[in-house]
């Protein structure tokens, strides 16, 4: 009786990690993909709404999303497009019609995300990004903006381009 319980408890030890060992995991894209998940304005005591927090969630086969602080050599320099891999476009609409806004040339909404990177054997990464960002134009008399954002992953796999709603701004 011992022996035939043995031989059961193996049989189902072997046939749970042979399962295990099968699963497949789920297969994401190599170019990341991002998708809009909400904008959260913040205003100053005195009713101003002054910031906001774009949040982002993002899939990635890869698991290559995020640059290290001395990720700064060829191709992520300061001179180059992928120094930033969280690009961000500020959109006022003027006079009904949106129109991209660079307030000045050193300034920008664009940022680095931390490095990250999976535990396991499995690359894919599946996140949520939260990003503070200043959304009050005090040189513009509009009051409705929006963002445009896209990632870069370390391969430099452009994501897709997600687009805020319209963001109504008390400038009081």
């Not at 190599?30 to 009713?47: H, R, W």
């Not at 959109?91 to 680095?112: A, C, H, M, P, W």
Request: aromatic share 16%; hydrophobic share 35%; charged share 25%.
């Amino acid at each position: 009786m011992k022996k035939y319980f043995v031989k059961i408890l193996l049989f189902f030890i072997i046939s749970l990690w042979l399962f295990s060992a099968c699963k497949s995991h789920e297969q994401y894209p190599t170019v990341p993909v991002i998708e809009f998940l909400k904008f959260t304005k913040s205003a100053t005591s005195s009713g101003i709404d002054e910031k906001g927090t774009l949040k982002i969630s993002f899939i990635d086969g890869e698991g290559d999303i995020g640059l290290r602080e001395e990720d700064t050599i060829y191709p992520f320099d300061k001179g180059s497009i992928y120094y930033y891999d969280f690009f961000i476009k500020y959109f006022e609409k003027q006079n009904g019609v949106y129109k991209e806004v660079i307030i000045d040339s050193n300034l920008t909404f664009n940022s680095r995300i931390p490095y990250v990177t999976t535990s396991n054997k499995n690359p894919n990464l599946r996140g949520e990004i939260e990003l503070e960002l200043f959304i009050n134009n005090y040189f513009s008399k509009f009051d409705t903006i929006r963002f445009e954002a896209q990632i870069c992953d370390r391969a430099l796999n452009m994501s897709n381009s997600i687009t805020t709603p319209d963001i109504i701004i008390s400038k009081q």
